[in-house]
């Protein structure tokens, strides 16, 4: 390899970020899509599902993430909440079919890339339509 070009893995996982494994992917037709994201200081997104694999990349601020294991997205019981603080840098793997949001605890915009891959014409996030 050439020294002009520098290659590193930044992300190699086969769990989300809050532990669950990743399913494996569907037959049929398959299509990448490529988000960015600003959240400013104080934002959050709502609670939300993502049906697809994804996987992102803090590029810079922090974002914290919240999920939670109740079926209904209800994080009432401390018990069931896991989060994770993410910074510029990063990388993680998106939960599948799991209950999260995130919120920009910082003091500087959270941008971030998220891919996710799957089946053409599934959205990639499905959203409880609430904020916490």
Partial sequence: MSD?????QILKTSSSWSGTPLPGFNSGKTEF?????????????????????GAGYMISGELTMFSTEDPHGSFDNPKQVKQIKLKAGEAWAESVNIWHYGLNQGTKDAE??????????????LSLGTRK
């Fill in 4 to 8: 002009q070009v520098e290659i590193k």
């Fill in 33 to 53: 899509k490529v988000l960015l994201f600003k959240i400013a200081p104080g934002g959050k997104t709502t609670v939300h599902v993502h049906p697809l694999n």
């Fill in 112 to 125: 971030f890339v998220l891919i996710f891959s799957g089946q053409v014409d599934v959205p990639p996030t």
